[in-house]
């Protein structure tokens, strides 16, 4: 992170005629980057830190429904459980799961 020396502000790094530089936000200053400075754009990911998810059982309080339709085969059948995927203040997310293909969606309330 580098900081405007005039405004103190945040400055952001930016690509002005094949050059690196860093602009102010604020007071538009720039200047240009040091190439230690630039940070690659792309992030590499070893073979040990991919993961791979896979479900073999279902959610702890899932439940049997009827009368849920899934929007992919019509299926009026389907298995469901709550999450509390946001703030304590707000409500739980219902998932569903379809008991025919398979496809699971979210439901907010």
Known sequence: MKFCPKCKSMMTPRKVNGKSVYRCIKCGYEEEAVKSDVISSK????????????????????????????????????????????????????????????KVWREYE
């Open 43 to 102: 992030i590499k990911h070893s073979e040990h830190e991919r993961m791979i998810v896979i479900e073999t059982e279902m959610p702890t309080g899932t439940q049997r429904m009827k009368g849920v339709v899934c929007p992919n085969c019509k299926n009026d059948e389907v298995y469901f459980w709550m999450l509390q995927t946001r703030a304590a203040d707000e409500p739980p997310t219902r998932f569903y799961k379809c008991t025919s293909c398979g």
